[in-house]
């Protein structure tokens, strides 16, 4: 994967967080207002630019769109994302989503099956 491609996408606090927030595991779009508490539009905005670029992928479920980071990462990304993990333990907004996340975690239900399978996979670090 190109470098310039990964850092134009890095360069937007958005995104950043969006890609932070899938390193615990697939979300969809409404478990991503619930965290970031950003409208609906801008976060789709988002997850497309990142989509269109490699850095997510995206599987319907039923009226979900769920989206998560790409199965096989390339050397280049797995690097910027852990880089992006490490930073972000120090950032309190970053934190903050992490606890946001582990509150919608427990409400996701049945209804959305990837984004169910995952938050029982997933304990939170909060």
């Not at 890095?10 to 899938?22: A, E, G, N, S």
């Not at 969809?28 to 988002?46: D, T």
Request: charged letters at 25%.
């Amino acid at each position: 994967m190109d470098l310039v491609r990964i850092y134009q996408c890095l360069c937007d606090r958005t995104r950043l967080r969006i890609l932070h927030l899938l390193g615990d595991g697939p979300l969809c779009v409404c478990h991503f207002q619930a965290v970031l508490r950003e409208p609906q539009v801008k976060i789709s905005k988002h997850l497309g630019y990142l989509k269109s670029r490699g850095l997510v992928e995206a599987k319907r479920e039923g009226n979900w769109m769920i989206y998560r980071l790409p199965e096989k990462l390339s050397h280049e990304l797995a690097a910027n994302l852990a880089c992006l993990q490490d930073c972000a333990a120090e950032d309190p907004v970053f934190r903050r989503d992490a606890a946001r996340l582990c509150k919608v975690r427990p409400q996701i239900t049945r209804n959305s099956p990837l984004c169910a399978q995952a938050a029982a996979r997933n304990k939170c670090a909060c």
